[in-house]
């Protein structure tokens, strides 16, 4: 079975930094295309960044130069590095992938982790 | 970046009835179109993509038709657990966009 589990998110004050992880487990981070969706507080969501397959990485121009999407072949991980936090970054962060649609739907997600940008 | 704006922002539809949302986009995304079901403190679940073709395991009361700039999802007799909160989502182009999501509650 095909499963993300997310952890990292947290309480980080305006401007700080903060590593969320989303770990894999019955495919392989590496040979596939993965994804982090946001959604702030009762709203609607937010793609924010993807790495492909051949590692090339896009991203949302709300978060470009501010966060790095990467993965971590032996740990079947894929990290969100963020930094230069503000407010408007609060969210739960989802990671998402898809397993037997096509790409670029998301057919297989995490249970979220949220974080929090406040003073 | 491509916008999408669906319609009507809250459904309200007795089980068992029919309910039909709608998707518009700011330009041609073809038919790379998808949706997802998202309810309370849980994660979106894929239900469409391709504009008309079912996710796995999705029941066949979903549907999805449209292609260019204007799509809808039926689900054509609404049970319990249909009730939840639908988005959009185009893959034409990035960045990969959103609805602002349709609220299906029961009347």
């Known amino acids: 079975e095909v499963q993300l589990v997310e952890s990292g998110g947290g309480l980080v004050q305006p401007g700080g930094s903060l590593r969320i992880s989303c770990a894999a487990s019955g495919f392989t981070v590496y040979n596939n295309y993965m994804s982090w969706v946001r959604q702030a507080p009762g709203k609607g969501l937010e793609w924010v960044s993807i790495?492909?397959?051949?590692?090339?990485?896009s991203y949302a121009d709300s978060v470009k130069g501010r966060f790095t999407i990467s993965r971590h072949k032996s740990e079947n991980t894929m990290y969100l590095q963020m930094n230069s936090l503000r407010p408007e970054d609060t969210a739960v962060y989802y990671c998402?992938?898809?397993?037997?649609?096509?790409?670029?739907?998301?057919?297989?997600w995490g249970q979220g982790t949220l974080v929090t940008v406040s003073s | 970046e491509i916008v999408l704006t669906q319609s009507p922002a809250t459904l309200s539809v007795s089980p068992g009835e029919r309910a039909t949302l709608s998707c518009g986009a700011s330009?041609?995304?073809?038919?790379?179109l998808a949706w997802y079901q998202q309810k309370p403190g849980q994660a979106p679940r894929l239900l469409i993509y391709g504009a008309s073709t079912r996710g796995t395991g999705i029941p066949a009361r979903f549907s999805g038709s449209g292609s260019g700039t204007e799509f809808t999802l039926t689900i054509s007799s609404l049970q319990s657990e249909d009730f939840a909160v639908y988005y959009c989502q185009q893959y034409n182009n990035w960045p990969y966009t959103f609805g602002q999501g349709t609220k299906l509650e029961i009347k």
């Open positions: 790495i492909y397959s051949g590692g090339d990485t």
């Open positions: 330009q041609s995304v073809s038919s790379n």
């Open positions: 998402a992938t898809r397993v037997t649609s096509v790409w670029p739907t998301l057919d297989c």
